[in-house]
Protein backbone atom coordinates (compact mmCIF):
# COMPACT_ATOMS: atom_id res chain seq x y z
CA UNK A 1 0.00 0.00 0.00
CA UNK A 2 1.87 3.45 -1.41
CA UNK A 3 2.46 5.98 1.35
CA UNK A 4 1.56 9.01 -0.67
CA UNK A 5 -1.77 10.43 -0.95
CA UNK A 6 -0.61 12.43 -4.04
CA UNK A 7 -0.14 9.35 -6.21
CA UNK A 8 -2.87 7.45 -5.04
CA UNK A 9 -6.07 8.58 -5.35
CA UNK A 10 -7.87 5.29 -3.54
CA UNK A 11 -6.21 5.78 -0.53
CA UNK A 12 -8.52 6.28 2.42
CA UNK A 13 -7.92 7.77 5.72
CA UNK A 14 -8.19 3.94 7.23
CA UNK A 15 -5.67 2.96 4.84
CA UNK A 16 -2.89 5.93 5.30
CA UNK A 17 -3.81 5.49 9.46
CA UNK A 18 -3.31 1.78 8.61
CA UNK A 19 0.07 2.26 6.83
CA UNK A 20 1.03 4.55 9.01
CA UNK A 21 0.49 2.22 12.34
CA UNK A 22 2.12 -0.77 10.73
CA UNK A 23 5.03 1.35 9.73
CA UNK A 24 5.28 2.22 13.38
CA UNK A 25 4.38 -0.70 15.30
CA UNK A 26 5.84 -3.24 12.83
CA UNK A 27 8.30 -1.47 10.41
CA UNK A 28 12.15 -2.07 11.37
CA UNK A 29 13.46 -0.41 14.50
CA UNK A 30 15.64 -0.22 17.32
CA UNK A 31 12.32 -1.13 19.84
CA UNK A 32 10.51 -4.34 19.87
CA UNK A 33 7.62 -4.30 17.99
CA UNK A 34 5.51 -6.08 21.24
CA UNK A 35 6.80 -3.62 23.14
CA UNK A 36 6.26 -0.67 20.77
CA UNK A 37 2.19 -2.25 20.46
CA UNK A 38 2.13 -2.24 24.60
CA UNK A 39 3.01 1.63 24.39
CA UNK A 40 0.27 2.46 21.63
CA UNK A 41 -1.98 0.29 23.50
CA UNK A 42 -1.27 2.13 26.50
CA UNK A 43 -0.76 -1.80 28.38
CA UNK A 44 1.68 -0.32 30.64
CA UNK A 45 1.22 -3.21 33.21
CA UNK A 46 2.89 -5.46 30.00
CA UNK A 47 5.98 -2.09 30.37
CA UNK A 48 9.32 -2.31 32.52
CA UNK A 49 8.79 -0.36 35.40
CA UNK A 50 10.96 2.56 34.00
CA UNK A 51 9.08 2.94 30.84
CA UNK A 52 5.58 3.16 32.71
CA UNK A 53 5.94 6.60 34.30
CA UNK A 54 6.77 8.56 30.91
CA UNK A 55 4.18 6.23 29.25
CA UNK A 56 1.57 7.59 31.61
CA UNK A 57 3.07 10.73 31.35
CA UNK A 58 2.83 10.69 27.59
CA UNK A 59 -0.35 9.50 27.10
CA UNK A 60 -2.35 12.05 29.41
CA UNK A 61 -0.64 14.65 29.22
CA UNK A 62 2.35 14.93 27.03
CA UNK A 63 3.02 18.59 27.31
CA UNK A 64 4.37 17.65 31.32
CA UNK A 65 7.24 15.09 30.09
CA UNK A 66 10.22 16.52 30.74
CA UNK A 67 14.14 16.25 29.21
CA UNK A 68 14.53 14.40 32.89
CA UNK A 69 12.04 11.49 31.68
CA UNK A 70 14.38 10.97 28.72
CA UNK A 71 17.60 11.14 30.19
CA UNK A 72 16.43 8.66 33.15
CA UNK A 73 15.22 6.01 30.17
CA UNK A 74 18.86 7.16 28.64
CA UNK A 75 20.41 6.33 31.80
CA UNK A 76 19.09 3.15 32.43
CA UNK A 77 20.14 1.73 28.84
CA UNK A 78 17.41 2.50 26.43
CA UNK A 79 18.93 4.43 23.50
CA UNK A 80 18.02 7.55 22.06
CA UNK A 81 16.45 5.93 18.94
CA UNK A 82 14.12 3.73 21.24
CA UNK A 83 12.64 6.69 23.06
CA UNK A 84 12.05 8.16 20.14
CA UNK A 85 10.44 4.97 18.60
CA UNK A 86 8.19 4.80 21.97
CA UNK A 87 7.26 8.55 21.66
CA UNK A 88 5.74 8.39 18.50
CA UNK A 89 4.42 4.72 19.24
CA UNK A 90 2.79 6.60 22.31
CA UNK A 91 1.39 9.58 20.43
CA UNK A 92 -0.15 6.77 17.48
CA UNK A 93 -1.98 5.17 20.10
CA UNK A 94 -3.26 7.91 22.09
CA UNK A 95 -4.27 10.25 19.05
CA UNK A 96 -6.05 7.03 17.69
CA UNK A 97 -8.30 6.61 20.69
CA UNK A 98 -9.13 10.25 21.06
CA UNK A 99 -9.77 10.14 17.05
CA UNK A 100 -12.18 6.99 17.79
CA UNK A 101 -13.90 8.76 20.91
CA UNK A 102 -14.67 11.38 18.25
CA UNK A 103 -16.29 9.68 15.93
CA UNK A 104 -18.00 7.18 18.47
CA UNK A 105 -19.65 11.08 19.85
CA UNK A 106 -20.23 11.80 16.54
CA UNK A 107 -22.02 8.60 15.75
CA UNK A 108 -24.44 8.86 18.41
CA UNK A 109 -25.14 12.58 17.82
CA UNK A 110 -25.88 11.50 14.22
CA UNK A 111 -28.42 8.57 15.52
CA UNK A 112 -30.33 10.79 18.27
CA UNK A 113 -30.81 13.00 15.35
CA UNK A 114 -32.23 10.40 12.92
CA UNK A 115 -34.32 9.54 15.61
CA UNK A 116 -35.58 12.77 16.37
CA UNK A 117 -34.30 13.70 19.49
CA UNK A 118 -31.99 16.82 20.32
CA UNK A 119 -28.21 16.47 20.88
CA UNK A 120 -27.43 15.81 24.78
CA UNK A 121 -26.85 19.08 25.98
CA UNK A 122 -29.13 21.20 23.66
CA UNK A 123 -30.74 23.78 24.66
CA UNK A 124 -34.34 24.71 23.32
CA UNK A 125 -34.36 27.23 20.57
CA UNK A 126 -37.98 28.37 22.31
CA UNK A 127 -35.86 29.30 25.72
CA UNK A 128 -33.54 31.22 23.66
CA UNK A 129 -33.92 35.15 22.32
CA UNK A 130 -34.16 35.07 18.03
CA UNK A 131 -30.90 37.21 17.98
CA UNK A 132 -28.90 34.68 19.61
CA UNK A 133 -31.10 31.38 17.78
CA UNK A 134 -27.44 29.68 15.57
CA UNK A 135 -28.35 29.82 11.95
CA UNK A 136 -28.94 26.63 10.34
CA UNK A 137 -25.95 24.51 8.86
CA UNK A 138 -26.16 25.44 5.03
CA UNK A 139 -28.40 28.31 5.37
CA UNK A 140 -27.22 31.69 4.52
CA UNK A 141 -25.72 34.05 6.65
CA UNK A 142 -27.74 37.52 6.99
CA UNK A 143 -26.02 40.19 7.34
CA UNK A 144 -27.42 43.62 8.30
CA UNK A 145 -26.33 47.15 7.18
CA UNK A 146 -25.06 49.57 10.22
CA UNK A 147 -27.66 52.44 10.66
Sequence with gaps: MPL????????????????????VLDGPGSTPSRVRHAVAAAKVDELNHELRGYVETLRENAW?????????LLAVGWSEDQVYELT???????GGRRVDAGLAALARAETRLAAGAAPAGAVPTQ??????????????EVRHAAA
Design 4 to 23: HPHHDEDNTAEDLFAALRHA
Design 64 to 72: RSTDEQVRE
Design 88 to 94: VAVALGA
Design 127 to 140: SMPASVQATPVGAP
